[in-house]
């Protein structure tokens, strides 16, 4: 079964810390991707990353940034917490070169800033 | 990037009822994937769809594909209480662009 995990389940953390989420896949898969998860707004797209040392910017980057130094793991890094990035945060990965992009989520982290 | 619109957002259901949600797109999408996530889950892939008026089955869930390729539909016959979650769709290309989902609750 693939596996993807995050390093919490739940984070609290006060205005101004920088924050690290971490995930990490145990399936070789090329792409990652985290999402933020909000009532009445759905999943929406932060960062993703096509391969090692490689990121492109999603729908709302503003406030993030990542990092991807290994192909298992993939870090979304809030650099200066705000109380509006408290959320449900989910990283996903998928395979690039197969024709079904099937995105296999983690548990998600839910991550309180006050 | 390609935007899918889900409708209904919310959708309340007597157990043993019927259930249809529907996701349209104002482009052709070159095919499209749908995903459950059950309250305080994670969303978890069901099937993705790619051929022009592609129908498929899971039990039952029954999941359409548009002739145009511009909308699908996800209809679950008799709904049970294990069908509670938000339904989403999305085109099925990197990256994945999710609609907003249609959250279902079964009333037993």
């Known amino acids: 079964d693939v596996k993807v995990t995050q390093s919490s389940r739940y984070l609290v953390k006060r205005t101004g810390e920088k924050v690290f989420l971490e995930c990490v896949q145990d399936?070789?898969?090329?792409?990652m991707f985290w999402y933020r998860q909000d009532p009445g707004l759905g999943l929406r797209l932060i960062y993703f990353?096509?391969?090692?040392?490689?990121?492109e910017k999603g729908d709302i980057p503003e406030g993030y940034s990542v990092s991807r130094e290994k192909k298992e793991r993939f870090s979304l890094i809030l650099e200066s917490a705000s109380t509006n990035q408290t959320s449900m945060y989910l990283c996903?990965?998928?395979?690039?070169?197969?024709?079904?992009?099937?995105?296999?989520f983690g548990p998600g982290t839910r991550l309180t800033v006050t | 990037g390609q935007q899918v619109m889900q409708i209904p957002q919310y959708q309340h259901v007597q157990e043993g009822e019927d259930f249809t949600t529907y996701c349209n797109s104002s482009?052709?999408?070159?095919?499209i994937q749908w995903y459950k996530q059950r309250p305080g889950g994670h969303p978890v892939f069901l099937i993705q769809?790619?051929?022009?008026?592609e129908v498929k089955k899971q039990k039952r869930l029954t999941f359409q594909f548009g002739e145009a390729k511009k909308n699908s539909s996800l209809h679950i016959t008799a709904t049970q209480t294990t069908d509670v979650g938000t339904y989403f769709c999305?085109?099925?290309?990197?990256?994945?662009?999710f609609g907003k989902g249609t959250r279902l609750s079964v009333i037993a």
């Open positions: 996903a990965s998928s395979f690039s070169n197969r024709g079904s992009y099937e995105q296999y």
């Open positions: 399936m070789d898969h090329e792409n």
């Open positions: 990353s096509y391969d090692v040392k490689m990121k």
């Open positions: 482009t052709t999408l070159s095919n």
């Open positions: 769809l790619v051929k022009s008026g």
């Open positions: 999305g085109p099925g290309n990197t990256p994945l662009v």
